[in-house]
């Protein structure tokens, strides 16, 4: 069977079309406002609907009727640039910009601007006018967005401070007193015009791959949050981000440690974190779903980033040839279709307890914090670090699981699954305990416990983290969440509890982010630790 049945020509806003029925596909493409429609008949809703973030991608000229079905955020291409919207001095080229708005108002995405200032693709008459001029210039930019598009959730104020400077940076205050004072302006424009419930970002490449730029752009978000500018943090995710293009063979080459360590000295910083720009550039579908498999968890998984944006979607219509995720018939790539299905399956849990400890009495208590959309967990016990045998291999519905009289003197090692009706997540990185002789449950003795109150986990978190506490006996509780100043804000649990392990789930929606306090109080023990809420 031909690739294209029929081709039939309709009118759109009085612009000439064509539509293509391929299969079970169905493809319009309209010139003028440039919207084409298809369908792939596997699903009707976002990848990421239901989770705590976004994953969004970017519309260029071309509106993709289909486009909401795979996300939930949209960012401008190219349309947002100053450059593109004023190539001509105080006159505006809005329409590409206007329809990808339109598109994201009316599917209800989150609509990202970028960007406001930039030292690429600005408007070439800027570099020609008085310094004065130009910071007239640059704040009538911001005024015209923010006054055209109120509904904007988010904007890169500042695009890639550490690698693209604007020529006019000395118009906004240069390096100044701070170092960063022409950033600090810029963000000071955009607080002054957007809608307060919009969100201003920073954004840079080029980052988690290098201490230094890592340290230079901490010193920037500290001097912006100092100051009460800042909302949330952009880092790019771009295939250059992990891969090496020196030599003649490109390689992943960058530490993924490295990248691990200095995004969670980002995260750190106490401020959402958005993966900006994520694409793997490869055209060879197995490396790119090798790829895919290998860093989209490493940013998805963290509980502080509370959006990502690939830089690729259909074919032809992307800023680099080979991160298209639908190719030019409208077929998914691998990628892409184990990205649908890796978001729909849970997590893996965190493993908590017990984690390269020693002296372990011999019939510990295996504990891991629950994993969103998780059902159940499956966990293995082995007596070797690859797992090539086991002498536990089980499913439970709780995160605590009781473990027989071990070995004394011996080494164990244990991993888990999260599961759901969608699937199994991967393995846990296994950890490793070592008994000590301590007697078991086969002694008919009580197991040794003191009142613990633990670090919760995920923090930072949105909307909700689990909390967990031992108790050595029987004990009537008070777990309480209060603000800096002391005032309680929520009762997280309260009454009677056995003896042993619990872990709590808190749910901090409708309240404000910042650091709170959790509170236990159980008999005449009390004790407290801090938290962070994020939104």
Not at 54 to 80: C, H, I, K, R
Not at 115 to 125: C, E, L, R
Not at 138 to 153: G, L, M, T
Not at 206 to 233: F, V
Request: net charge neutral.
């Amino acid at each position: 069977m031909n690739l294209i049945d029929s081709v039939q020509h309709i009118n759109f806003s009085g612009k000439s079309a064509s539509k293509r029925s391929i299969g079970f596909n169905s493809i319009v493409i309209v010139t003028g406002a440039l919207i084409v429609a298809f369908s792939i008949s596997c699903f009707s809703q976002p990848l990421a609907k239901g989770k705590d973030k976004y994953l969004g991608n970017v519309l260029t000229t071309t509106l993709y009727s289909n486009f909401p079905d795979y996300w939930n955020q949209v960012t401008p291409g190219n349309a947002g640039k100053w450059g593109s919207v004023e190539g001509t001095q105080g006159s505006y080229y809005w329409i590409p910009l206007d329809n990808i708005y339109n598109f994201a108002v009316k599917n209800s995405l989150v609509y990202k601007h970028h960007n406001f200032v930039w030292g690429s693709q600005q408007p070439s008459w800027i570099t020609s006018v008085d310094s004065a001029t130009q910071r007239t210039e640059v704040e009538n930019w911001i005024k015209a967005v923010c006054a055209r598009y109120p509904k904007i959730d988010q904007i890169d104020v500042v695009n890639e401070p550490l690698h693209a400077a604007p020529s006019y940076k000395n118009a906004l205050g240069g390096n100044g007193k701070t170092g960063w004072d022409w950033v600090v302006t810029s963000f000071q424009l955009a607080r002054k015009y957007a809608n307060p419930t919009t969100k201003l970002l920073i954004n840079d490449y080029s980052i988690l791959q290098s201490n230094s730029e890592t340290d230079s752009y901490i010193a920037i978000i500290d001097t912006l949050k100092s100051r009460g500018l800042i909302d949330g943090i952009g880092i790019q995710g771009h295939y250059f981000e992990f891969r090496s293009e020196t030599g003649t063979t490109p390689s992943y080459a960058y530490s993924i440690s490295t990248l691990q360590s200095n995004l969670n000295r980002i995260t750190a910083l106490g401020l959402p974190l958005y993966i900006s720009e994520f694409d793997i550039n490869e055209s060879v579908d197995s490396l790119q779903l090798q790829y895919y498999k290998t860093y989209f968890p490493m940013f998805w998984e963290n509980p502080v980033v509370k959006g990502m944006t690939l830089w690729g979607y259909v074919e032809y219509d992307m800023w680099k040839a080979d991160a298209f995720l639908i190719d030019e018939r409208y077929v998914e790539r691998p990628a892409m279709k184990w990205l649908r299905n890796y978001l729909q399956t849970p997590f893996k849990p965190v493993l908590v307890s017990p984690v390269s400890a020693v002296n372990v009495i011999r019939n510990p208590v295996l504990i891991w914090n629950a994993s969103a959309a998780a059902d159940s967990y499956h966990v293995q016990l082995s007596t070797n670090s690859t797992f090539a045998t086991v002498i536990v291999d089980t499913t439970v519905t709780d995160t605590t699981l009781n473990l027989g009289l071990l070995d004394a003197n011996a080494r164990y090692y244990w991993r888990a699954s999260s599961i759901n009706s969608y699937g199994e997540s991967d393995f846990s990185a296994g950890v490793a305990f070592l008994t000590g002789t301590a007697l078991g449950v086969n002694d008919r003795k009580p197991i040794a416990l003191d009142f613990k109150l633990s670090q919760n986990y995920p923090n930072p978190f949105n909307p909700t983290t689990m909390i967990s506490f031992t108790l050595p006996q029987r004990s009537n509780i008070h777990l309480t969440l209060v603000d800096m100043l002391g005032r309680e804000v929520k009762e997280i649990a309260s009454g009677e509890f056995e003896a042993g392990i619990h872990t709590v789930q808190l749910n901090a929606s409708g309240l404000a982010s910042g650091v709170y306090i959790y509170r236990l109080n159980a008999g005449n023990y009390g004790s407290a630790k801090k938290l962070i809420v994020t939104k």
